[in-house]
């Protein structure tokens, strides 16, 4: 029986609606509304380049790839407006199921934590929309390092005392989360909003979200 004590989130994409937070935020600056889902996923190859150039606060990260986006579109952003993106971050909403799923998680016994490429004072405004405290928050100005880079892992391994036979990684990106996770011997739970193929990866469990997340992991904690 593989005991579970522990569960470790990706925030922005898994428990925070990210992608419709960078449609909201740029959409009135481009003609028309927006593809939401062809935005983000420009957004997010443009937001890992920037990642892996250097390790830079995450404000300055979402103003440099939202810019850098915004000019590849021809439409770049006007003077004043230009940090419109982390800006915005204080409105962006969790997933509908988000909250009574950690209340079910939090009340079955099992710690959580958020491992997260964000800077603390920023997470600081998502995490009261969740429903629950995290017991741990990991951030990237906490590792000055950017998944899937494995020093969230290392950070939670010494600050809570486990490791991945007694935690499961939770997340919705195959290359900030699930690849790193599993080559480092966590079993990972990928919540696949979008039904797309998964490739690359071999998660332990696919969701489409995370309405059924605490009996995946009853079957995971009893298997």
């Known amino acids: 029986m593989a005991r579970t004590d522990w569960l470790t989130f990706d ?6 609606d990210w ?3 960078v449609a909201d935020a740029l959409g009135p600056f481009l003609d028309g509304a927006p593809d939401r889902r062809t935005l983000a ?24 790839a939202s810019g850098r986006l915004m000019r590849e579109l021809g439409h770049p952003l006007p003077a004043g407006r230009e940090r419109v993106l982390p800006d915005s971050l204080a409105g962006w909403r969790p997933f509908p199921e988000v909250p009574a799923a950690l209340r079910r998680l939090r009340d079955a016994g ?30 990237a100005e906490d590792c000055r390092s950017y998944k899937p ?17 007694r935690t499961i990684h939770v997340g919705a990106s195959l290359y900030h989360d ?7 011997g966590y079993r990972t739970v990928y919540i696949n909003r979008h039904r797309d193929p998964v490739g690359g ?4 469990r696919v969701l489409a979200d995370l309405a059924r997340l605490p009996e995946a992991v009853a079957e995971l904690a009893s298997s």
Not at 150 to 164: K, L, N, V
């Open 41 to 64: 996923a420009r957004y997010i190859q443009i937001e890992a380049e920037v990642e892996h150039e250097a390790y830079r606060p995450y404000r300055d990260v979402l103003a440099e």
């Open 201 to 204: 990866a071999t998660p332990t």
């Open 149 to 165: 880079a494995p020093a969230h892992w290392t950070a939670f391994q010494t600050r809570s005392g486990s490791g991945p036979a």
């Open 11 to 16: 925030c922005y994409g898994t428990l925070i």
């Open 19 to 21: 992608e419709g937070g």
């Open 178 to 184: 699930m690849v790193p996770a599993a080559a480092l």
């Open 110 to 139: 099992h710690r959580l934590a958020i491992l997260s490429n964000i800077d603390r004072d920023l997470i600081d405004l998502s995490v009261p929309l969740l429903g629950i405290t995290p017991d741990l928050i990991i951030t």
